[in-house]
């Protein structure tokens, strides 16, 4: 263990022990940095009434447990001060040491969970039958983040695409494929025209009272299973996929077709987890429907809210797939978690389908549900985001607009069409992926093209350059980064501070995974990258006059800050090029 949060939250425990008894060890010491030092406790002022002492008297007591034990090789200091907190610098050495030992450490100090756990992660999750927006980018964006941190903590990670792929819009979608021909209705759907096409479904269905009438009788041909409904429902996915499959790759995320788990697939289970809902009691018919009512869910009337489950013509719904889906994944998939990712305006209709599945006892205490709320996407003009012309943006559009932007930005940089080519994709997908992924997920987001390419601040392509700078070091000098291993000596206060950066990367890590919040790693390694360039100011690398030892030392930084630059940036599922 080199991360010294970890490492003091353990000595401090320790110390609770031995100077108030047993039954302290468990007290969270409350570790945070601080302005003074290098970290605070702040355990005395909570502990301070529970042991009836004054919070001083309480954190001198655990200072002199933690000097008495020889902490002495991790803390060159030891404070009480203010209303009682105690101030924690640590030994130069010793963070010399832990940078040297994580440096070793092909994890880059990240831990692993034990024991590990089963994670579902549901995200992406387009509808085949409308459109494929922006929101959908984010939460592809954000939950491919979240299985590629789940995953590298040593956890089961089973990605869930929860595709909108079945319903009753299918009908008339089928006629349409008919009307039109397959061949042609196929190619506009792969190329990403799935929106117009849908409108133009939507018009017919409106306008025209016999297309009206084909597209519900298709409904029941799909519904009974006929082969030839099936055999065109199969076209009409099969090409809607491969237009998703498309923004995937272009996207780098790590979705494949093996992770399709649409609302199609839980068809044929409907109808028990409707009969298994009404014979447990949990559902109950309310005028002609068969509802749950989660205890505490009231309507603006003050009536229970029901959550709906077969309506009263017979059909199911949204959430009848998703009680059936929670129920699936935890007696099947085995769920210790499961991770939603999706918009926050569904947020009503999870919490209720997570406490009916708890009423169902399909969801036990030991496992947890989360939905991992998606803020909206907005325009420049703050309102949901458009064209200009009013319509939704084509993904495979946008993403290429970003690799052109980013083209034009290193234009004047004399690279080889080719590499320029390469490097305009990588900077320009990883500052759309890293503009999702810095601002907390619930929170609402406006587009922006001109802020997300910038290269300074907490942006891709920044964080894309500072790793480029440090490989361009390691080039200079003709040393291999996989090659250095020190020994670190601190003497400049930003080597220190660097160092102490660096070893703080576990502990984000696991923060990020625990709270499912990526931008958790975002904000971490801007700040690693600031200190990096600090350091580089201040403390010369390659130059003549710097002795050996010093530059031994100072190489073994910068190896340890590209490797945590570089597993940060794949946890978040960034690209980085080799130079920019
Ligand atoms: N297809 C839905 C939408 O676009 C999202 C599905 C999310 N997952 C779920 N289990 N409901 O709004």
Same mark, same amino acid.
């Given at each position: 263990?080199?991360?010294?949060?970890? %490492?003091?939250?353990?000595?401090?425990?320790?110390?609770?022990?031995?100077?108030?008894?047993?039954?302290?060890?468990?007290? +969270?010491?409350?570790?945070?940095?601080s302005?003074?030092?290098?970290?605070?406790?702040?355990v005395?002022?909570?502990?301070?009434?529970?042991?009836?002492?004054a919070?001083?008297?309480?954190?001198?007591?655990?200072?002199?447990?933690? /000097?008495?034990?020889?902490?002495?090789?991790?803390?060159?200091?030891?404070?009480?001060s203010?209303?009682?907190?105690?101030?924690?610098?640590?030994?130069?050495?010793?963070?010399?040491?832990?940078?040297?030992?994580?440096?070793?450490?092909?994890?880059?100090?990240?831990?692993?969970? &034990?024991?590990?756990?089963?994670?579902?992660?549901?995200?992406?999750?387009?509808?085949?039958?409308?459109?494929?927006? %922006?929101?959908?980018?984010?939460?592809?964006?954000?939950?491919?983040?979240?299985?590629?941190?789940?995953?590298?903590?040593?956890?089961?990670?089973?990605?869930?695409?929860?595709?909108?792929?079945?319903?009753?819009?299918?009908?008339? =979608?089928?006629?349409?494929?008919?009307?039109?021909?397959?061949?042609?209705?196929?190619?506009r759907?792969?190329?990403?025209?799935?929106?117009?096409?849908?409108?133009?479904?939507?018009?017919?269905?409106?306008?025209?009272?016999?297309?009206k009438?084909?597209?519900?009788?298709?409904?029941?041909?799909?519904?009974?299973?006929?082969?030839?409904?099936?055999?065109?429902?199969?076209?009409?996915?099969?090409?809607t996929?491969?237009?998703?499959?498309?923004?995937?790759?272009?996207?780098?995320?790590?979705?494949?077709d093996?992770?399709?788990?649409g609302?199609?697939?839980?068809?044929?289970?409907?109808?028990?987890?409707?009969?298994?809902?009404?014979?447990?009691?949990?559902?109950?018919?309310s005028?002609?429907?068969?509802?749950?009512?989660?205890?505490?869910?009231?309507?603006?009337?003050?009536?229970?809210?029901?959550?709906?489950?077969?309506?009263?013509?017979?059909?199911?719904?949204?959430? *009848? *797939?998703?009680? *059936?889906?929670?129920?699936?994944?935890?007696?099947?998939?085995?769920?210790?978690?499961?991770?939603?990712v999706?918009?926050?305006?569904?947020?009503?209709?999870?919490?209720?389908?997570?406490?009916?599945?708890?009423?169902?006892?399909?969801?036990?205490?030991?496992?947890?549900?989360?939905?991992?709320?998606?803020?909206?996407?907005?325009?420049? +003009?703050?309102?949901?985001?458009?064209?200009?012309?009013?319509?939704?943006?084509?993904?495979?559009d946008?993403?290429?607009?970003?690799?052109e932007?980013?083209?034009?930005?290193?234009?004047?940089?004399?690279?080889?069409?080719a590499?320029?080519?390469?490097i305009?994709?990588?900077?320009?997908?990883?500052?759309?992926?890293?503009?999702?992924?810095?601002?907390?997920?619930?929170?609402?987001?406006?587009?922006?093209?001109?802020?997300?390419?910038?290269?300074?601040?907490?942006?891709?392509?920044?964080?894309?350059?500072? &790793?480029?700078?440090?490989?361009?070091?390691?080039?200079?000098? /003709?040393?291999?980064?996989?090659?250095?291993?020190?020994?670190?000596?601190?003497?400049?206060?930003?080597?220190?501070?660097?160092?102490?950066?660096?070893?703080?990367?576990?502990?984000?890590?696991?923060?990020?995974?625990? &709270?499912?919040?990526?931008?958790?790693?975002?904000?971490?390694?801007?700040?690693?990258?600031?200190?990096?360039?600090?350091?580089?100011?201040?403390?010369?690398?390659?130059?003549?006059?710097?002795?050996?030892?010093?530059?031994?030392?100072?190489?073994?930084?910068?190896?340890l800050? =590209?490797? %945590?630059?570089?597993?940060?940036?794949?946890?978040?599922?960034?690209?980085?090029?080799?130079?920019?």
């Amino acid at each position: 263990m080199t991360d010294p949060q970890l %490492v003091l939250t353990e000595r401090v425990q320790q110390a609770l022990a031995t100077a108030f008894g047993p039954e302290y060890m468990g007290a +969270d010491p409350l570790i945070r940095p601080s302005q003074f030092a290098d970290f605070q406790a702040n355990v005395a002022l909570s502990l301070a009434k529970r042991l009836r002492r004054a919070p001083r008297e309480v954190a001198q007591a655990i200072a002199d447990a933690l /000097g008495a034990a020889g902490a002495g090789d991790a803390f060159s200091k030891i404070e009480v001060s203010g209303p009682g907190f105690l101030n924690i610098t640590l030994n130069d050495d010793w963070i010399a040491e832990q940078a040297r030992l994580t440096l070793q450490d092909p994890r880059s100090g990240v831990g692993r969970s &034990t024991p590990p756990q089963t994670v579902v992660i549901d995200y992406s999750a387009p509808n085949a039958a409308k459109e494929m927006h %922006v929101g959908h980018l984010r939460t592809t964006i954000v939950g491919d983040s979240l299985a590629r941190i789940q995953h590298h903590l040593g956890n089961r990670v089973i990605r869930q695409n929860h595709l909108g792929d079945w319903g009753t819009q299918f009908g008339m =979608l089928i006629e349409h494929l008919l009307d039109i021909g397959e061949a042609n209705a196929l190619a506009r759907l792969e190329s990403g025209e799935t929106n117009e096409y849908y409108q133009e479904a939507r018009a017919k269905f409106d306008a025209d009272p016999a297309f009206k009438e084909r597209s519900r009788r298709r409904v029941g041909t799909l519904q009974s299973e006929d082969p030839e409904t099936l055999r065109l429902w199969h076209l009409f996915m099969d090409a809607t996929i491969r237009y998703f499959n498309r923004v995937y790759s272009l996207l780098g995320v790590t979705l494949t077709d093996a992770d399709i788990a649409g609302e199609s697939m839980y068809n044929p289970m409907l109808a028990e987890t409707c009969d298994d809902l009404e014979a447990a009691g949990v559902a109950v018919m309310s005028e002609g429907a068969l509802c749950v009512f989660p205890p505490g869910f009231k309507g603006s009337d003050d009536k229970p809210l029901p959550l709906i489950i077969r309506k009263s013509d017979g059909g199911y719904g949204y959430a *009848t *797939t998703d009680m *059936t889906a929670i129920r699936y994944r935890v007696r099947d998939l085995k769920a210790d978690r499961i991770l939603y990712v999706v918009g926050a305006d569904q947020a009503l209709h999870f919490q209720m389908v997570f406490a009916a599945a708890r009423q169902a006892g399909w969801l036990p205490d030991e496992a947890s549900a989360e939905h991992i709320q998606i803020g909206m996407m907005l325009g420049a +003009d703050g309102r949901r985001f458009r064209t200009r012309s009013g319509e939704s943006v084509k993904l495979t559009d946008l993403l290429e607009e970003a690799v052109e932007r980013a083209s034009a930005a290193i234009a004047e940089r004399g690279y080889d069409e080719a590499t320029r080519a390469e490097i305009a994709r990588t900077v320009g997908i990883g500052a759309v992926k890293y503009a999702d992924l810095s601002v907390s997920h619930d929170s609402e987001y406006i587009f922006d093209f001109d802020r997300m390419l910038a290269f300074t601040g907490n942006t891709g392509p920044y964080m894309q350059y500072a &790793t480029a700078r440090i490989r361009s070091i390691f080039r200079k000098g /003709g040393v291999d980064p996989s090659e250095v291993s020190g020994p670190i000596i601190l003497g400049e206060q930003a080597e220190r501070d660097l160092a102490l950066q660096l070893l703080g990367f576990g502990t984000v890590v696991e923060n990020a995974a625990a &709270t499912a919040e990526p931008h958790r790693v975002c904000a971490y390694l801007y700040e690693t990258a600031s200190a990096f360039t600090t350091f580089y100011e201040k403390c010369p690398v390659l130059k003549d006059d710097v002795d050996p030892a010093t530059r031994t030392s100072r190489l073994a930084l910068c190896a340890l800050a =590209l490797h %945590v630059l570089q597993s940060g940036l794949n946890l978040l599922g960034v690209p980085v090029p080799d130079r920019m």
